[in-house]
């Protein structure tokens, strides 16, 4: 594998090598020009799995390069960097994620050797997740059949008490096991089911494997809450919230231990068939998350109408608010309303110990990210739990704020 390097500057460009040379034995490509950068990836962009960029080039600038790597499906790391104001930097890297690249940093010029070296650290774990790489299209009836024939299956990701460091539940997040391509990451396949009407019947296959898992937790007398995310076309069926009823009486398993994330976004479709439902749904002792708080169009309304009891502050707002004052700002404003509003919160994206020991000197309830675990199958939930359990106290310990 090699590593690529684009930046007018040609100072620059040669200090960023040399930092480079000193770490790692791959491969250098470098680049003056974006342009040119471009028509190599094009024609092998799997040869290059981590790539600095600048943003301000001539002929093309980074975002126009970054607009062109999700083009042509790059799956390296990307690594923006600019000499202008830090805003610009954040500009294009959401950007990118908006793009599904695998952005792993956005740096202010000039870049240090030690900046060099905390990216380095960060490669290997680019692709620990086995998911189909490949292109993958399929349409209505394969998945259709998939979901008929039991290939989607649930994956959890433990969610832990900030304070104590306790397993509290997990989130249950379909993938789909495909039988030539290997696993299939939710992005591949949610949308389909969105658009083909096939998203209530994905829903209600995350759930029944939830439920299942819920009944043996009851029955072993272990006390672990259970997310599911809800499809918008559950949220405008009336019948919903006697059907999950119904489903819970048939496991055995008491509503109170379930959470249903509900994306903002999508309330705004069906407000008032949305309020009806989800109203029941709290009345039957379900636990209502709004799910990737502070990225839908109408947080505060949703707030004040809805009954929900838990609040999910998305990724975008936790991943490196340590060290950047206004994901900070907005960070522990939304902690500290929700504490206001007597609603517990859940922050999602702690990817790094960094975030991890920000989390523990603010008020946040539940954490939940790679750092801690990634999503996985149900046959190694228990192992990480024992696990994660014999290290709890030495990791708390040594990530006192």
Request: proline share 4%; net charge negative; with cysteine.
């Amino acid at each position: 594998m090699a590593i690529m390097l684009i930046d007018d500057e040609s100072f620059s460009l040669k200090l960023i090598a040399h930092q480079l040379s000193e770490l790692v034995s791959d491969a250098l490509i470098l680049h003056e020009n974006a342009v040119d950068a471009l028509q190599e990836l094009e024609q092998d962009p799997t040869r290059v799995d981590l790539l600095f960029c600048d943003l301000r080039m001539p002929q093309m600038d980074g975002i126009e390069l970054v607009r062109n790597l999700a083009r042509i499906g790059f799956q390296g790391g990307v690594v923006l960097m600019s000499g202008q104001e830090r805003a610009i930097l954040k500009g294009a890297r959401a950007f990118a994620q908006a793009n599904q690249l695998n952005v792993l940093e956005g740096l202010q010029k000039p870049i240090t050797a030690s900046q060099i070296k905390t990216i380095i650290a960060k490669r290997p774990t680019l692709n620990t997740v086995s998911y189909v790489d490949i292109p993958f299209e399929c349409d209505a009836e394969e998945l259709h059949r998939a979901i008929q024939q039991g290939q989607l299956i649930n994956y959890y990701q433990p969610q832990v008490d900030v304070r104590t460091g306790e397993v509290l539940g997990v989130e249950a997040l379909a993938r789909w096991l495909h039988p030539e391509h290997g696993l299939i990451a939710p992005e591949r396949f949610v949308p389909l089911a969105e658009e083909c009407g096939l998203i209530g019947e994905l829903t209600v296959i995350v759930l029944a494997q939830a439920l299942e898992l819920m009944q043996s937790w009851h029955e072993d007398d272990v006390r672990l809450t259970m997310a599911v995310n809800v499809s918008m076309e559950s949220l405008t069926s009336l019948a919903f919230p006697d059907w999950l009823q119904e489903v819970a009486d048939d496991f055995g398993v008491p509503l109170p231990g379930l959470v249903l994330e509900v994306t903002e976004s999508r309330l705004v479709k069906d407000r008032l068939a949305a309020l009806d439902i989800l109203t029941r749904l709290r009345i039957k002792g379900v636990v209502l998350s709004i799910d990737d708080f502070g990225t839908g169009h109408s947080s505060l309304a949703q707030l004040r109408d809805t009954p929900f009891n838990e609040l999910k502050i998305d990724r975008g707002f936790v991943h490196d608010a340590h060290a950047d004052p206004s994901l900070r700002a907005i960070f522990e404003a939304s902690v500290n309303m929700a504490r206001q509003l007597g609603i517990r919160t859940v922050a999602e994206g702690v990817e790094t110990v960094e975030d991890w020991t920000f989390l523990r000197t603010t008020a946040c309830d539940v954490a939940q990210g790679y750092y801690i675990a990634e999503p996985m199958p149900l046959t190694a939930l228990v192992a990480w739990m024992e696990k994660w359990q014999s290290n709890r106290l030495s990791l708390m310990e040594s990530s006192q704020p």
